[in-house]
């Protein structure tokens, strides 16, 4: 599984790492712009995700007609394009384009779709969480190099190197990424997207998303920008060259948080917990970040955010694919990567909005009262999944007609895998025995 997984999670952290690498200084670097307003600001911080969320739904289609392979490529050349463009601009409406367009390269959705292709459905929640770890610490690192590199060199540079990422993914797709076999199943049920947004569970793991991914363009607009300010704007009146001071503690403190997070929401089957406890963190951020009167509070507030953000980021998407049923596991990821994308624009106009008619200490209380409503829903609508295992037999072996008959309780569902011919069930084996399932359905 790793052979095949990481160089698709090296791909997709590349590209993130790209993205991240300015988020550190963007806003400052994009508010000295010709035409800089906050509110274009905030647009330009979370830009690439409006198109993000516009095209991951065209690109899944594509990838389906023409292949995996060729459509990451296509999103990777349109990434580079936007990079280059925003590298070159020297006016706000140019570095606009360069971010819309970096977004239209929206690959998130056919890389995982490529994952589910190569990887078993049993071990895929591993897979997701390999992945969600790879770009949390494509966070981590940006993080650390952002501001160093953009205080070094200028944030246009960072453009640049975003642009010679794309290109080392791209040779790693060529190189070390296997063409996935085609693969068609058969269910016993069809997928409805309502049926996706009933589910507490699921629905609970896209608010999470969203909202994780929202918040985070939130403090990547304000954290800059209230620490360059002047003392009688509300800021803290720090030069660009020392933000670093603010990014470094608190990068590290997140990738040491990363580890135990992952360890107890996926091995201790404690990920509901884990996402309360980042909730709590995000509130506990924002409300320094909006009161704090010295650095030193300030950025005790942006360590909680760095820490709740990278506890939950592992297990996102491996949650989801928990949650679903095999044949709402595409559905659901495309609904939430769309969803949390859209998010993520909505999050950067909000804080660039709220910078042109609040004060620091209104948005703060603002972004508080917002988690504590996010914390009480996922404490209501959230569960820890269900721990399942898999049966594998192959179809000679099973009655078709006992198969469409089984019902129980402690199966959460079956389905044909045509390309190997088997027939899969998925049941929780504390409630009933592989050999009990078996003198169900075999002839």
């Given at each position: 599984?790793?052979?095949?997984?990481?160089?698709?999670?090296?791909?997709?952290?590349?590209?993130?790492?790209?993205?991240?690498?300015?988020?550190?200084?963007?806003?400052?670097?994009?508010?000295?712009?010709?035409?800089?307003?906050?509110?274009?600001?905030?647009?330009?911080?979370?830009?690439?995700?409006?198109?993000?969320?516009?095209?991951?739904?065209?690109?899944?289609?594509?990838?389906?007609?023409?292949?995996?392979?060729?459509?990451?490529?296509?999103?990777?050349?349109?990434?580079?394009?936007?990079?280059?463009?925003?590298?070159?601009?020297?006016?706000?409406?140019?570095?606009?384009?360069?971010?819309?367009?970096?977004?239209?390269?929206?690959?998130?959705?056919?890389?995982?779709?490529?994952?589910?292709?190569?990887?078993?459905?049993?071990?895929?929640?591993?897979?997701?969480?390999?992945?969600?770890?790879?770009?949390?610490?494509?966070?981590?690192?940006?993080?650390?190099?952002?501001?160093?590199?953009?205080?070094?060199?200028?944030?246009?540079?960072?453009?640049?190197?975003?642009?010679?990422?794309?290109?080392?993914?791209?040779?790693?797709?060529?190189?070390?990424?296997?063409?996935?076999?085609?693969?068609?199943?058969?269910?016993?049920?069809?997928?409805?997207?309502?049926?996706?947004?009933?589910?507490?569970n699921l629905l609970?793991?896209?608010?999470?998303?969203?909202?994780?991914?929202?918040?985070?363009?939130?403090?990547?607009?304000?954290?800059?920008?209230?620490?360059?300010?002047?003392?009688?704007?509300?800021?803290?009146?720090?030069?660009?060259?020392?933000?670093?001071?603010?990014?470094?503690?608190?990068?590290?403190?997140?990738?040491?948080?990363?580890?135990?997070?992952?360890?107890?929401?996926?091995?201790?089957?404690?990920?509901?917990?884990?996402?309360?406890?980042?909730?709590?963190?995000?509130?506990?951020?924002?409300?320094?970040?909006?009161?704090?009167?010295?650095?030193?509070?300030?950025?005790?507030?942006?360590?909680?955010?760095?820490?709740?953000?990278?506890?939950?980021?592992?297990?996102?998407?491996?949650?989801?694919?928990?949650?679903?049923?095999?044949?709402?596991?595409?559905?659901?990821?495309?609904?939430?990567?769309?969803?949390?994308?859209?998010?993520?624009?909505?999050?950067?106009?909000?804080?660039?909005?709220?910078?042109?008619?609040?004060?620091?200490?209104?948005?703060?209380?603002?972004?508080?009262?917002?988690?504590?409503?996010?914390?009480?829903?996922?404490?209501?609508?959230?569960?820890?999944?269900?721990?399942?295992?898999?049966?594998?037999?192959?179809?000679?072996e099973i009655d078709?007609?006992?198969?469409?008959?089984?019902?129980?309780?402690?199966?959460?569902?079956?389905?044909?895998?045509?390309t190997e011919d088997?027939?899969?069930?998925?049941?929780?084996?504390?409630?009933?025995?592989?050999?009990?399932?078996?003198?169900?359905?075999?002839?």
């Amino acid at each position: 599984m790793f052979k095949k997984i990481m160089p698709l999670s090296a791909i997709l952290s590349l590209r993130f790492l790209g993205l991240f690498l300015v988020l550190p200084v963007l806003s400052v670097y994009a508010m000295s712009m010709e035409g800089a307003t906050p509110l274009l600001v905030g647009i330009i911080v979370g830009g690439y995700a409006l198109t993000q969320a516009l095209f991951q739904v065209p690109f899944g289609t594509i990838s389906d007609k023409i292949g995996r392979k060729p459509t990451i490529f296509v999103g990777l050349v349109i990434f580079l394009i936007g990079s280059v463009i925003a590298a070159l601009s020297t006016d706000i409406y140019t570095l606009m384009v360069g971010r819309f367009l970096q977004g239209a390269g929206a690959i998130g959705a056919v890389v995982t779709a490529m994952i589910s292709d190569l990887v078993p459905e049993e071990v895929r929640g591993k897979a997701m969480a390999m992945m969600g770890g790879t770009i949390a610490l494509s966070f981590a690192l940006a993080m650390g190099l952002g501001p160093v590199l953009g205080a070094a060199f200028g944030v246009d540079f960072l453009f640049w190197v975003t642009a010679g990422l794309s290109g080392l993914a791209m040779l790693l797709l060529f190189t070390k990424v296997p063409t996935p076999p085609r693969i068609r199943h058969i269910y016993h049920n069809t997928t409805k997207t309502s049926d996706i947004l009933k589910d507490p569970n699921l629905l609970g793991m896209i608010i999470i998303n969203g909202m994780q991914k929202g918040l985070m363009t939130v403090a990547f607009v304000l954290i800059p920008i209230i620490m360059t300010n002047p003392l009688a704007e509300g800021g803290f009146a720090w030069e660009k060259s020392e933000l670093w001071m603010v990014y470094l503690p608190a990068m590290l403190f997140g990738l040491i948080a990363m580890g135990p997070a992952a360890v107890f929401g996926e091995k201790h089957n404690k990920a509901k917990e884990i996402f309360m406890l980042s909730i709590v963190l995000f509130i506990t951020a924002f409300v320094l970040m909006g009161y704090a009167t010295t650095p030193v509070l300030f950025i005790v507030g942006v360590v909680s955010f760095f820490i709740g953000f990278n506890m939950m980021e592992p297990l996102v998407q491996s949650l989801i694919s928990k949650y679903a049923k095999v044949h709402q596991k595409g559905a659901a990821l495309g609904i939430s990567n769309s969803i949390s994308y859209f998010m993520t624009f909505l999050g950067g106009t909000f804080a660039g909005l709220m910078l042109d008619i609040s004060d620091r200490q209104s948005m703060g209380m603002i972004l508080g009262l917002i988690g504590a409503l996010w914390l009480i829903m996922t404490a209501i609508k959230l569960s820890n999944p269900a721990k399942h295992k898999h049966l594998f037999k192959h179809i000679d072996e099973i009655d078709m007609k006992k198969l469409e008959d089984l019902e129980h309780d402690a199966i959460a569902e079956w389905y044909i895998n045509e390309t190997e011919d088997l027939v899969v069930v998925k049941y929780r084996s504390d409630d009933i025995a592989e050999e009990a399932i078996l003198a169900k359905i075999q002839k």
